[in-house]
């Protein structure tokens, strides 16, 4: 019965380990916008998302996504049922790519 208990927490402990980094990356490219938005580098998803979401108009806006060494925003906008990513230069605000 011990050896089970000893498995099982094992187990558990091992699955945890192995998911930690997922939570890293993302915090990581949420610490890395924060940190080249203070430094001047890219402007703040606040302007970014001002300058976009009124352009896709009648789209439900989903929200955004970051990659702080690409340093672009995907910002996800659902409509008629079709989700539509845009992808903005994160230091200059202009669209790079909608799909």
Not at 65 to 73: F, I, K, P, T
């Amino acid at each position: 019965m011990k050896k089970a208990v000893l498995l099982l927490l094992a187990a558990a402990l091992g699955s945890a380990s192995v998911s930690a980094p997922v939570y890293a990356r993302k915090g990581d490219d949420q610490g890395k916008a924060r940190e080249q938005m203070n430094m001047g580098k890219v402007l703040s998803l606040r302007e970014i998302e001002g300058r976009i979401i009124p352009r896709m108009r009648g789209m439900e806006y989903l929200g955004p996504e970051y990659d702080g060494n690409a340093q672009v925003y995907r910002l996800k906008f659902i409509d008629s049922g079709r989700v539509i990513f845009v992808d903005v230069d994160a230091r200059s605000g202009s669209v790079l790519r909608q799909r």
